[in-house]
């Protein structure tokens, strides 16, 4: 490709990405514009104020705080993400706070002003922390790329966003009242902007994470803060407690925490199942490690005892590997290895299991084979080798045993095999030396 068609591509390329990055723009914008007038409209609807939800819906808010709480920890564990980490510990401190505040709905009485007054004041303060820590989980990735500290970390890192909340409460004054001051303003509580505000930078900065990490935990994340957003826009259409907006900014809420535990949930579960691939796999073959080969020849010798129905073992031994890690280097070495890996892995059946068994030798379990489909299994394994023309080239010794269920244990069963191998190993030295060294014959006198 010549330098004018190479700039054609980065050009379009370049075109490409401003287009994509335009329309998310729009999207988003419109989304925001939409939230503001469904919000706005919302302020319409008569709504009968009914505490006991609302302490309810913050009781499951706090429920789901928690578990995410948990959820994320166990992801630091194996992530050793310190945004895990510090939002894991953020939502522990929200759902805290949320659980705490469930009371003061609860306890929502007409003879009761200070409990009213302090209910919206502890809401505001909950999402003010959560979008605060937001913030500060990004700066401290962006800023402290290595932890060498987490505890310390973490603990700045709340005591940062407590002493933040206190900061902006203080600046305001007022506490967010019970009845809006201004209800026929566009914002009739424009004190909950402040934490969409904040939810707002800390997105626009947690989309290029997105770039590089694309995780579910991270796009759920991502959806969570957007409703967050879109519930503390909500809250600032609201007129009064309990009216239709705060509702709906809790019912939000109750969504985002729920989205956010969902995909905290899937990304563990796909943690889990790496571990468990890399405890049961060999990584440089990609093949099942001996624990692994251990666990399919124990289940299959089951399965022979109940049904009678045998299964064979074949043991291969990759042929001079020692002289081609001293000819070629190791890497090359390496790659034979692999090369070997990939034949067993492609031109077996689904139900077979290949493992690496050592070094050099590997194992493959032909379930409900007899001899007969054992032999014929190593020759095309054979036949492959010898049409690989990559240098350099390869060939396999190969030793065949059977499993009929008479009550041997697997170690017998894979001496027997490892026997079978190293007699077809001698047997071809002995043709190779004949091959090399033949024997004069002395003419008769």
Known sequence: MDGGSQDSTMGETSITNKRSAATIFLAHLGGFLFLVLAASWLRRI????DPLLQGYLQVISGLLA????????????????????????????????????SVLFFQFLPDAPARLLWAPAAWWVGRMV???????????????PRSRHPRGEIAGALLTVIALTYVFAAALRHLPPEVSPHPSAFFPGPQQLLPAAILLISLIWYRRR???????????????????????????????????????????????????LGGALLDNAQ???????????????????????????????????????????????????????????HLVGSRAICRLADILRIHCRA???????GGDEFALVLPESEEGDARRVADRIREVLAGDDEPPRLSASIGISIYRGDGERIEKL???ADQDLYAEKAKREKRLHAVLNPRRRIPKA
């Open 46 to 49: 008569t709504l009968h104020p």
């Open 66 to 101: 928690f578990v995410f709480a948990a959820v994320t920890l166990v992801r630091f564990q194996g992530t050793q993400d310190r945004i895990s980490l510090i939002l894991g510990a953020g939502f522990l401190l929200s759902g805290a706070i949320l659980t705490a505040t």
């Open 130 to 144: 959560l979008a605060l820590l937001f913030l500060v989980a990004l700066l401290v990735e962006r800023f402290l």
């Open 210 to 260: 997105l770039s590089t990490d694309d995780s579910a935990f991270d796009r759920t994340l991502y959806a969570a803060a957007w409703l967050n957003v879109a519930a503390q826009l909500s809250a600032a259409q609201s007129v009064r407690l309990l009216d239709a907006p705060f509702v709906f900014a809790q019912a939000l809420i109750v969504m985002s925490y729920t989205v956010a």
């Open 271 to 329: 943690l889990f199942e790496q571990v468990h691939h890399l405890a049961v796999s060999d990584p440089l073959s990609g093949l099942a490690n001996y624990r692994r080969l251990l666990d399919v020849l124990e289940n299959e010798t089951d399965r022979t005892d109940r049904t009678g129905r045998p299964f064979s073992v074949l043991l291969l031994d990759l042929d001079g590997l020692k002289n081609i890690n001293d000819g070629y280097g």
């Open 351 to 357: 139900i077979d299991t290949a493992a690496r068994y």
């Open 414 to 416: 894979l001496s027997e």
